[in-house]
């Protein structure tokens, strides 16, 4: 495995300056991410059919599953839906070796308990309705192996993120993606430049998604949950932005679309509650197209 190799260009990194040494780590993870559009397809297609999976019901579950840094980070990436994308909790899970334990602490063995992961993907009764994004950067991690497998075998979509190429969990999705991202200034230690691609890849693999599932407008977060004074701000300059109102005006819309920024945006331009919920719903949730349906607004 190229991520466990050691590089010789680093063989006297504990003998360098400390600046030397910053220059090196940030250097190295910059040339790593330069990698990345090199797969902008690969992570565009996964997304593209995250969506089609995910919005052919509406129960249909995101779930991650990895082991150490590569499982902490599908838990990050889990984690942020809800109050960015108001992705429902109940839709968005995730499998970490070690349990819940193993975001704080390292437990000895969890990544290689392959029969414990089978047992939570049948716990979870993972179906057909929903896709499992499985996340390794040697891509022989024996529990995100056996999650991803057993997944498959039950009819969810398999995403899987890899740093080694080949490797048994790159060959085990239905959509992989690798960025082989080659030796870490310190070997093996993959939170470090293969931990960075996979951050972007997942936040860029879940951000498409969510767009494609009409959780946007333009650049705007409209499904945001405004559950603190920040949020709610940020969701009445958006009514006030989208709307061509005043933030007074934006401030009451909100308040009658009960905290909802999509159904206010559409009672800010005169419409009721309940007719801006109908033609919300009839747009599959699609505030663009709810816009120029009643509007006429491209």
Request: hydrophobic share 40%.
């Amino acid at each position: 495995m190229n991520t466990e190799q050691i590089d010789k260009r680093y063989e006297n990194l504990d003998t360098l300056s400390n600046d030397e040494i910053i220059k090196i780590l940030i250097n190295d993870q910059i040339d790593k991410f330069n990698l990345l559009l090199d797969f902008k397809h690969n992570i565009s297609s996964a997304a593209a059919a995250l969506a089609n999976r995910l919005k052919t019901t509406s129960t249909g579950r995101l779930v991650y599953v990895g082991a150490g840094t590569s499982g902490r980070l599908g838990v990050l990436d889990s984690a942020e839906l809800f109050p960015t994308f108001g992705w429902e909790k109940e839709r968005s899970t995730f499998i970490l070796a070690g349990g819940i334990e193993a975001l704080t602490t390292s437990i000895e063995g969890a990544e290689d308990r392959g029969e414990e992961a089978v047992q939570q993907v049948k716990k979870l009764e993972i179906n057909e309705r929903d896709a499992l994004i499985a996340i390794s950067a040697s891509g022989i991690t024996p529990f995100t192996l056996a999650a991803c497998d057993t997944a498959r075998s039950l009819g969810a979509l398999t995403i899987s993120i890899v740093n080694n190429k080949p490797s048994p969990l790159f060959d085990a999705a239905e959509y992989p993606i690798a960025i082989e991202t080659g030796p870490e200034p310190i070997a093996g230690s993959t939170r470090l430049s293969a931990g960075t691609i996979q951050k972007i890849v997942l936040n860029s693999l879940s951000t498409l998604t969510m767009i494609r599932l009409n959780r946007t407008y333009g650049a705007y977060m409209v499904d945001v949950n405004p559950t603190n004074k920040k949020l709610e701000e940020r969701a009445i300059r958006m009514i006030s932005e989208i709307s061509l109102v005043d933030q007074n005006k934006a401030r009451q819309s909100l308040i009658e679309a009960k905290k909802n920024p999509k159904l206010a945006v559409l009672i800010a331009k005169g419409l009721s509650a309940d007719k801006a919920r109908y033609l919300l719903n009839s747009c599959k949730g699609n505030l663009r197209e709810a816009i120029k349906k009643q509007f006429s607004i491209s």
